[in-house]
């Protein structure tokens, strides 16, 4: 698979994985890290290092190459991850078609529901879109978030969708497959899911429809909103509206907005706030929330004022907690939802009860003072302990009594007491996440050279393979690996290596390679050399003690003849 490795090479590995996770370069090092997206964590335990174009995560224990990193992230498979880095890089694909049945069954439901959002679009445009278009000027959205969100209608006899897309000869079981068009209980053939409604299409992380929210425009048409139903493309738990338009915002400004629907999405981000998502349609999901915190791990959640203290809104709070996010509320008063709120009071009134929002927790406090009489000591107490049973959900320890303390004071309750509660209801500390297994020094930094380049292995590594020393090693399988790659090709790859490595090993090959060493090809030979020098002074010493120890060993099981043997040796050996 020449084309693979050629793909590898030229994709930008740190760039290609920091569109997804927010990376920083390690101090001193060439190496990246950032917060894990496969795993929840609050400390950095995954990185990114360019030279081997690999990336790991020691918490969870994911690795590997981009393409790897392509399919877990984006649940594609091998082929599909291919294709979407080629495409994003602008590389052309070989003529050779690298796809199987799942690729081209996800490919022709992408072409359908580009084709939906094309006839949708024309239809909102066309002479059968002016109520469509009328009930859209009154809710005050103009032309151009039309187009930006590529709003559209779906036709209300229930035939237009299907007879396009049957056009194009997909067979009925991929049409069925598409969530677009509905078998009929009777007499065979399809009808349109979506009939008449206003569509808003829902993308991917690249912008590409994946699926449709449609809203009832006829008063009576019920559910009001209608969502497609999972799918292959689609998997609704995973996927935010607006997020692949907002994630650049998010990142710039270090917070996200969390709306309730399409409509708020739309009427916050064209008055200019860019940092705006809203689930499509479900209760808030911990994947959603986790693939927010790619992005950034603060948030403003903008509550539907009904919904404030409702038991659902609080699920979704403590999922934020849980998550590791830090969260505030947005609570608008009038009962106005976001969308009205700037309509009625202009932008500048919504950026202004933005940046006021409280932390989550001064907001629950808010809501005890409201509910008890915090003028007593009693009403003060049943007031944190209120608050208390979201402060003990917060992950870490510190960060748990630095609240604690905080919402203490502004509740006036004695700090005595908050102490308390909280040594009575600790729950264990977190384990900080491990960083995978230790290599020696001299070892890391004999590899690290070895792997940086090809003249250090030509030199180095015939007279390394003759030491016994290297058995010694803990890295002494990557050693023995990489002795037989060199032996067999006179250039190899790191995958190569990889794969003759077994599990335990492998990691040991990553902790190595993820080692904060910087070893620039052009020092690798020096430093290489260094190494093998201290190595050879080590190695009679290291005979010496091995010798040694053999000794011991006799005496303790009571051959003295070996014994006697051994010293005899060692005698030899330590005149020499
Ligand atoms: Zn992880």
Redesign the pocket.
Known sequence: MEFVEQLKSSVDIVRTIGEYVRLKKAGGSSRYTGL?P??N?KTP??SVNPIHQRFK?F????GGDVIEFIMQIDRLTFFEALKLLAERNGIAMPKREYADADSRLRAALLEMHEMAAALFQSNLSGTGGADARAYLAGRGVPQEDLDTFALGLSDSGGQQLFRRIDQTRFPPEVLEQSGLVMKRQEGGGFYDRFRGRLMFPIHDHSGKTIAFGGRALRAGDEPKYLNSPETRLYHKTYVLYNLHRAKDAIRKLDYSILVEGYMDVIGVYSAGIRNVVASCGTALTNTQVRTLKQHSERIVVNFDPDAAGSNATEKYMQLLLDEGMTVRVLELDRNLDPDEYIKELGVDAYRARLEKAPSYFHWLADRARKKFDIHTVEGRIQGFKFVAPSIERVPDRLERFAIANDIAGYLGVDAHMVRDHFSRNQKAANRPASRGPVVPPNERLLLNSLLASELARMQVIPHLSEMSVIERFTTRNVFRAIFTLHHDQVSFRFSDLEGRLEDADRDLLSAVVFADDIIEEQDALAQAVACLESLRAQEPKSEMAELRARVQTAEREGNLEEALRLADELNRRSRR
């Not at 918490?59 to 994911?62: I, L």
């Open positions: 894990c496969f795993h964590e335990s995954f995560c918490g969870c224990g994911v």
